[in-house]
Nanobody
Framework: QVQLVESGGGLVQPGGSLRLSCTAS????????MAWYRQAPGQQREWLAT????????NYADSVKGRFTASRDNAKNIAYLQMSSLKSEDTAVYYC?????WGQGTQVTVSS
C-alpha cells in the first residue's frame, strides 16, 4: 500500500522558515505530480502548490506565491515544501498528496 509521510512541521516565529518533507513509499513517485495542501482549524482544506514529475514546473496558490517553494528529489522519493516569511495565518496542518493518496499531515504553528 502506497504511503506518504510528512515531516518537518513545528513551532516557528513569524518571519521564520520551515522545510516540510513528504516521503513516498513506492517507486511510482517520480512519474506523478505532487501537491501540497493545508487545513486550518474550522476551515476547508486549501491547495497550496503542485510540482510536476520532473520538477520542471510548479504552480502556487496566491496566498503562498513568492514565499513557498515546492521541490522534489525523485532519487529519494521525497517532495519538499520550503516555507519562508511565515505568518500567523500560515498556522495549519500541512498535507502532501499524490493522486488520491494523502499523507497524515504535519502541524505548523507560527507564533511568537
Amino acid at each position: 500500500q502506497v504511503q506518504l509521510v510528512e515531516s518537518g512541521g513545528g513551532l516557528v516565529q513569524p518571519g521564520g522558515s520551515l522545510r516540510l518533507s513528504c516521503t513516498a513509499s513506492d517507486s511510482s513517485f517520480g512519474t506523478l505530480n505532487m501537491a501540497w495542501y493545508r487545513q486550518a482549524p474550522g476551515q476547508q482544506r486549501e491547495w497550496l502548490a503542485t510540482i510536476t514529475p520532473t520538477g520542471a514546473y510548479t504552480n502556487y496558490a496566491d496566498s503562498v506565491k513568492g514565499r513557498f517553494t515546492a521541490s522534489r528529489d525523485n532519487a529519494k522519493n521525497i517532495a519538499y515544501l520550503q516555507m519562508s516569511s511565515l505568518k500567523s495565518e500560515d498556522t495549519a496542518v500541512y498535507y502532501c498528496k499524490k493522486r488520491t493518496i494523502w499523507g497524515q499531515g504535519t502541524q505548523v504553528t507560527v507564533s511568537s
